[in-house]
């Protein structure tokens, strides 16, 4: 962690600048996504770690082919939109 706080400045649209020090030390890079948390003076942001979703649907489709699971396009959006639709046909 830094040695020395360094002071940042909401700007008119809210936004904050990290400071560089800081950036670098947490390997922090544009379009890096954060929650954020607040409570009284206090502001917490946390590095949101998102899935890699390609390699996701590679382990369903293994997941599918060893069980020799076969679903066409058309099953995979009329499921799709059931589930969003809440009536899933196959509960």
Known sequence: MAQEPEVATVSEKG?????QSLRKELG???RMKFVV????????M???????VRKEWEKIFK?????GLKLSEREVLDEV????R???RNK
């Open 28 to 30: 922090i890079k544009p």
């Open 46 to 52: 946390k590095r949101l770690e998102l899935p890699d």
């Open 81 to 84: 939109t059931a589930v969003r």
């Open 86 to 88: 809440g009536s899933r």
């Open 37 to 44: 948390f607040g409570r009284g003076d206090t502001v917490i």
């Open 15 to 19: 936004q904050i600048v990290i400071p």
């Open 63 to 67: 997941v599918m082919d060893k069980k």
